[in-house]
């Protein structure tokens, strides 16, 4: 161990560990609660893994009565990402991340850069116990290290004899120091690591080779403020916030080992770990992670542009992490708790069709009035000249929202997220609409042009907008019996160049008048919302 003097040149001016335990009392919470946190680091964008995470933590903590936080991890500031602290304040609040622990909790401040001068008092903590050292070697030296291992064919790594400063007499660091070479603060591990056994709350027991490396702790002082590595930060952080239980990916299962060490080293009670295992892209027959690099599926932002809403990505993301609640309604599912134990060791595929479908299902029962907020929440971001149409609109809104959905058995299931409005409902806006004014379109479906032309003269000519829905097709049966088209299929089938098609092909004319497509809602209703003098010019443009 190092004396004190020494000490004060390495860390000056560091307050006690005890100031920093008073200053984070324990917490009062009722026995079984959970304290919980998503830890985010700036240096890129969201993926939608860590919403994934961020919703199971924040669930637990919030059924069990206790307390979920959000903490900024960016200690790694070289690769901090400009933006990032304006795509965390859009993303969290849109999934329902966002900390129910507020700034000004005794627990704070909740971003590591901030923290600085606590990781201090610990780093000084482990150095005056003998369990970290300061190290001066150079990035030459490590490379030289390596080597020699490599050619020895030991493990690779700073360790025993291969860590050069480990042992280093006070007079050597008191040199070192003299003549300003810079240092960083190392872990000294246990001299004959063995095997550890711990148990993770959603893979039961696990074995692993204990750690044997002596890691950095804190990062080099020739940085204008050395930061602490992640092994440090989290422990000290996750001790003084009070933290119970700790959901992360599983690539930092094989790290266990040193933070227990380290907890252990502190004097602190380890927290419990749960490791999940990172959400599956298909690909072919095979499977992988979702990629930041290849999937735009992978960032949060592909979500909030596309507009799938959150309650259905939180059904299937609750699904995924518990398969029980998949195929449940969507109001069950939602009452029903979330179980570690039901994680999957292996991780789930991220299976977008599936998704649709639920989201599909999940804004048909949502009322019109909840689509037309979330809408135009969504289109004011996204779609500003959609959102002033639907907003110059008024009350129409409702009723082209609620087209076929009121009154009917049918249940209407073409919103699947907000982006599809204006591909699927664009037809109700005059702005967006291009008449289907050539009457040889091929959306009319063979039916010769001159055909066109007359039916759709006369019907403009006869239309009657006031008739309820059976006597607003008896003007199209009319005009198609007039015109030359079969009413009954069975006539059709009998003789079908006597005719120019069926009633669906009579139907369907109207149809890409009014709304451009051969498929839509009912033509009644939409001519209800558009109003006469619009389904006369639709309907009249291929006549000329």
Do not use: C
Not at 27 to 50: K, N, Q, Y
Not at 270 to 279: C, D, K, S, T
Not at 334 to 345: I, N, V
Not at 522 to 532: E, F, K, R, T
Request: charged fraction near 30%; aromatic fraction near 10%.
């Amino acid at each position: 161990m190092l004396p004190a003097d020494l000490l004060d040149r390495l860390l000056p001016d560091t307050a006690p560990t005890q100031q920093w335990e008073e200053a984070n009392p324990p917490r009062d919470l009722p026995a079984g609660a959970e304290v919980t946190r998503f830890a985010p680091s700036p240096t890129g964008f969201l993926h939608i893994g860590g919403v994934y995470t961020a919703m199971v933590a924040k669930e637990l903590a919030e059924r069990s009565g206790g307390s979920y936080f959000v903490r900024i991890e960016d200690t790694d500031q070289a690769r901090a990402i400009e933006g990032s602290d304006e795509h965390f304040a859009r993303a969290f609040p849109h999934f329902g991340i966002d900390p129910t622990e507020g700034p000004d909790a005794p627990w704070g401040p909740y971003r590591q850069s901030e923290r600085s001068e606590i990781y201090r008092s610990f780093v000084r903590a482990l150095l005056e116990s003998g369990h970290a050292y300061p190290d001066f070697v150079t990035k030459d030296e490590l490379a030289a290290i390596t080597e020699r291992q490599q050619a020895a064919k030991v493990d690779l790594g700073y360790w025993g004899e291969w860590a050069v400063w480990r042992d280093a007499e006070p007079e050597r660091v008191t040199a070192a120091l003299d003549e300003g070479l810079p240092f960083t603060i190392r872990f000294r591990a246990p001299d004959a690591p063995g095997r550890i056994a711990f148990d993770d709350a959603i893979r039961g027991r696990i074995e692993a080779d204990d750690n044997r490396n002596d890691v950095v702790l804190l990062k080099s002082s020739a940085e204008p403020l050395p930061l602490p590595t992640y092994h440090l930060a989290h422990a000290v952080d996750d001790h003084l916030m009070r933290v119970t239980l700790v959901l992360r990916g599983d690539e930092w299962i094989s790290s266990v080992p040193l933070h227990l060490q380290l907890f252990d080293a502190l004097g602190f009670e380890p927290v419990r770990y749960a490791h999940v295992a990172p959400l599956m892209k298909g690909e072919g027959k095979s499977r992988r992670k979702l990629s930041k690099r290849k999937d735009p599926e992978a960032s949060v932002d592909f979500w909030m542009a596309e507009g799938y809403p959150v309650g259905a990505v939180r059904h299937y993301l609750r699904g995924l992490a518990n398969s029980r609640l998949a195929d449940l309604p969507f109001e069950e599912a939602a009452a029903e708790p979330l179980r570690l134990e039901e994680f999957g060791a292996s991780g789930p595929l991220v299976d977008i069709p599936k998704l649709d479908d639920i989201s599909a299902d999940y804004v048909a029962q949502m009322p019109a009035t909840d689509i037309r907020d979330r809408l135009l929440a969504w289109a004011d971001e996204h779609d500003p000249e959609l959102a002033g149409l639907l907003r110059a609109t008024g009350d129409d809104l409702l009723a082209i929202i609620d087209v076929d959905r009121v009154d009917t058995d049918r249940v209407r299931k073409d919103i699947v997220k907000w982006s599809v409005f204006r591909e699927r409902y664009g037809f109700f806006f005059p702005e967006l609409f291009a008449l289907v004014d050539d009457p040889a379109d091929e959306r009319f479906l063979g039916v010769p042009p001159e055909v066109v032309a007359a039916f759709t003269t006369d019907f403009v000519a006869g239309y009657d907008p006031d008739t309820a829905s059976p006597g607003w097709f008896d003007q199209v049966r009319g005009l198609a019996e007039r015109h030359g088209f079969a009413l009954d299929r069975k006539a059709y089938k009998a003789d079908p160049d006597a005719f120019h098609g069926t009633m669906r092909e009579a139907s369907n004319i109207v149809r890409v008048t009014l709304t451009g497509s051969g498929q839509s809602p009912s033509l009644d209703q939409i001519a209800g919302v558009l109003g006469a003098d619009e389904v006369r010019r639709r309907v009249g443009a291929p006549a000329g």
